[in-house]
């Protein structure tokens, strides 16, 4: 579970409208392909490759795997 820091810090991660937390939209991501269930803290859609870079970095500094 992210905490509130760790959320608003993902936030400004990346540009607005590619880091998803408001329950509404990680509704559509609860079920993946094998078919596991469970809402997601947050859902981000990186478009390039420095940003998956920082988003890599983040996660290993906050411990979110």
Partial sequence: MLTTEQRTSLLKL???GQVFTDPASLIAYQVDAGGDRG???AVVTP???GQV???AAWAAQQGVP
């Fill in 47 to 49: 478009s390039s490759t």
């Fill in 39 to 41: 809402t997601p803290d």
């Fill in 53 to 55: 870079q920082r988003l």
């Fill in 14 to 16: 990346l540009p607005s």
